[in-house]
């Protein structure tokens, strides 16, 4: 049971670049989410999907966008990166509110 | 507006002893709260739970403690392992049905020390 898959792990891009940072769970969880981590914020959300079909923004959604694929899958796209969007990015999936979200790995990307 | 803080950014305690790690929020909505922890390089990892409904909830040496009236709960270790270090996230449910989201705080880093 791998829970909540990341890619990729790391990635560096050049300001002004486009990339996709992919997520994956196995946990047939109907609601999936997309966070930063950066110094001194803690986690803030960007998107949101509580259900196949759905997207909604989050408190920080300006520069992304994303997809739910399917039940499984939660993209979150950067279509032009900036120095500012430089963070480690979580995805997180959760069967339901009052139950415990799980987390991936992360990514860490960097924008030069 | 940061609707869940955690005012300390870190906290170092001696082995053996109790950490307390505080969290504030400022929505009456929430009505669900979860502590997560983090190593570094690792995702959070779901820790202790409480519902609005409660006051206090239990688990093995983690306590979390509700103080609805003061919009405060805290997360009390004890006893407090080097094991234990690591950051902790506060967290709240926002929503119900299937359109919940979890606001999380800034976090505190723990250390405690042999």
């Known amino acids: 049971n791998a829970g909540v898959t990341q890619t990729p792990k790391f990635q560096v891009l050049k300001t002004g670049q486009s990339m996709t940072l992919q997520c994956a769970q196995d946990m047939n969880h109907n609601s999936m989410y997309w966070y930063r981590q950066d110094p001194g914020m803690g986690l803030r959300l960007i998107y949101y999907s509580a259900s196949e079909g759905t997207t909604d923004k989050g408190e920080v959604p300006n520069g992304y966008n994303v997809s739910r694929l399917n039940k499984r899958e939660f993209s979150l796209r950067l279509e032009s990166a900036a120095p500012s969007q430089t963070s480690v990015y979580f995805c997180?999936?959760?069967?339901?509110?009052?139950?415990?979200?799980?987390f991936g790995q992360g990514t860490r990307l960097t924008v030069v | 507006d940061q609707q869940v803080k955690q005012n300390s950014p870190s906290l170092s305690v001696q082995e053996g002893r109790i950490s307390i790690l505080n969290c504030d929020y400022t929505?009456?909505?929430?009505?669900?709260f979860l502590w997560y922890k983090k190593y570094p390089a690792e995702g959070p990892t779901f820790l202790i739970s409480?519902?609005?409904?409660?006051d206090k909830n239990e688990d093995g040496r983690f306590t979390v403690f509700l103080n609805k009236s003061a919009k405060h709960l805290s997360l009390h270790i004890v006893p407090s392992q080097p094991g234990d270090s690591a950051v902790y996230f506060c967290?709240?449910?926002?929503?119900?049905?299937?359109?919940?989201?979890?606001?999380f705080g800034q976090g505190t880093t723990l250390q405690v020390k042999p």
């Open positions: 967290a709240a449910n926002l929503g119900s049905g299937n359109t919940g989201k979890l606001i």
């Open positions: 997180a999936s959760w069967p339901l509110p009052y139950t415990e979200a799980f």
């Open positions: 929505n009456s909505m929430f009505d669900y």
């Open positions: 409480i519902s609005s409904i409660k």
